[in-house]
């Protein structure tokens, strides 16, 4: 996990009370959670098309080079 131990992810959850505090820091989790969610459903949605309208567009262009 990014070369992160348990001293490192100790001293960023530390971190992490100071700056927030420990009434604020489980919404900022959860809102990062959500966006890291968002993020990954948003990457295999795009994924896909991307790949099946470029293999169309290289099938056309070889097609069009035949001729």
């Given at each position: 996990?990014?070369?992160?131990?348990?001293?490192?992810?100790?001293?960023?959850?530390?971190i992490?009370?100071?700056?927030?505090?420990?009434?604020?820091l489980?919404?900022?989790?959860?809102?990062?959670?959500?966006?890291?969610?968002?993020?990954?459903?948003?990457?295999?949605?795009?994924e896909p098309?991307?790949?099946?309208?470029?293999?169309?567009?290289?099938?056309?262009?070889?097609?069009?080079?035949?001729?």
């Amino acid at each position: 996990m990014f070369g992160l131990g348990v001293p490192e992810l100790l001293i960023i959850l530390v971190i992490g009370l100071v700056l927030f505090g420990p009434g604020k820091l489980p919404d900022v989790g959860k809102a990062l959670g959500k966006s890291i969610k968002e993020f990954k459903n948003a990457n295999k949605e795009d994924e896909p098309k991307n790949i099946t309208e470029d293999a169309k567009l290289i099938a056309d262009a070889g097609a069009a080079e035949k001729r």
